[in-house]
C-alpha cells in the first residue's frame, strides 16, 4: 500500500484529505492513516520514520501530502 500511497498523494499535489485519499485507494481511513504514520517522520519504536509524507489537521479535516523525501523515494520505483 506504501508505493500506492506515495503515487495518489504525488498525483493531489498541494494536499489531499484522508477521505478522499482513502476513497481512492479503496482502504478505511484508518488503514490509510496507520500506513501514513509509519512513512512520516515521528518516532516510533524508537525510530524516526523516512519522512516521505506531512500529515496535519486544517478546518477540522485530516489532509496529506507527499514531501521531496518522498518523492525521491519513488524515483526508483517503477
Not at 516510533?44 to 523525501?69: F, H, K, N, S, Y
Amino acid at each position: 500500500m506504501r508505493d500506492a500511497i506515495l503515487q495518489a498523494l504525488a498525483e493531489a499535489g498541494e494536499g489531499v484529505s484522508l477521505p478522499r485519499l482513502s476513497k481512492r485507494l479503496g482502504q478505511s481511513a484508518s488503514a490509510v492513516l496507520r500506513e501514513l504514520s509509519f512513512m512520516g517522520d515521528a518516532t516510533l519504536g524508537g525510530r524516526r520514520g523516512p519522512g516521505w509524507v506531512r500529515v496535519w489537521q486544517e478546518d477540522g479535516r485530516w489532509m496529506a501530502a507527499i514531501t521531496e523525501a518522498g518523492r525521491a523515494s519513488m524515483s526508483g520505483c517503477s
